[in-house]
């Protein structure tokens, strides 16, 4: 009997464990201190890295946070976890990727550009805006439906509510309906807590988990556009999603510090002062670690600084509103003479000089150009 020839068939590559940034832990020892609780020994218990609490680039599993969700509203006594923590989110738990809404000029819009980008936050959930006449529904699509639970969803229909208050500047939003796609909790004092806490007609069992809200609003300014700094948080964008340059780190779990810098400098500078170890703390790292992340994707603290500073200095010179001393302090420099060096560096000419070009002899005049 002639043998039979190996197989060639390769077993079927296993799919990767769905993710999340730890920027969704925004939050949690605060409520660990105000419950009496300890957030390190919680995510100790489900077995998440502890540097989760400190850096928001940190990719959790997706399962993992759902356990943790469960695990602090049981062990904690706190039947409405999930909305408590979701309590002081709204873009900042997207990181980057919540300057996308910074750019148009509508709030449907807004919300479309935050749900085109969620993929650099999370690849376990997607959200949608769908229209359907007087009616608007943001909804919530996890990549493994059968894992997300009760305090999970909750949680992320209340961070929704939240940014859909924060980019339209209704702090007092109310969806019209909010929908779970999941079973009424047997415990009586959960179902309570959430429906109080989500503050809409909420529907349990629903076959999606959703948001509903008045269709009109989308069609509302937005109260977060940022024309000012839009070439910058454009380049902050794009390299979210640009391939990794070679030589640089490439695995999924290497953040994109150098986006993170970005959108930093921007919030900090100006009024300032921003600088590396300023950055450094408001992401959670030594400086000297963020040095080395920077370092590994083939740039420093002190270029990003400079070519924002240089970008910003452009616009600010052909608005012409500042005279050139108290725009050289909206750069973060000590006097306008160290200013002057670092244009005529960047440029080859002096500030004065480009805004003349740019206002006229009359109107720059009037700005303190001379």
Known sequence: MPATPPSSTKPPRRRAEPWT?????????????QLGQDAEALLARQKLPLAALDDPEVRLPYRGLCRLLEA???DWACPDFGLRLAAVQHLSLLGAVGLAARLPA????????LGDRLGAHSDAFTMALE???PRAVLSYRPACPEEPKTQLLAFAMAVTRNAVAFVSGQPDFAPQAVRLACPAPADAAVRRALARGLGA???WGAPQTALQL????LDAPTAIQDTQYAPLIRDTLARLTAPPRPGTPDAPDAPDTVALVHQHIARLLPPGPCTQATVARALGLHPRALQRRLAAQGTHFSALLDAHRHALALTLLRQGTLPLAALARQLGY?????????FRRWTGQSPGRLRRQALGPARAREAGAW
Do not use: P
Not at 21 to 33: C, I, Q, S, T
Not at 334 to 342: E, K, L, M
């Open 214 to 217: 008045d269709a009109a609003l």
């Open 131 to 133: 229209v359907a006449g």
């Open 21 to 33: 940034r730890a920027g969704a832990l925004r939050g949690l020892r605060a409520l660990a201190a």
């Open 106 to 113: 509508r709030v449907g819009e807004a919300l479309t550009a």
């Open 201 to 203: 007609s909420l529907r």
């Open 334 to 342: 000590a006097d306008q003479s160290v200013f002057n060096q670092a």
């Open 72 to 74: 602090g509203a049981r």
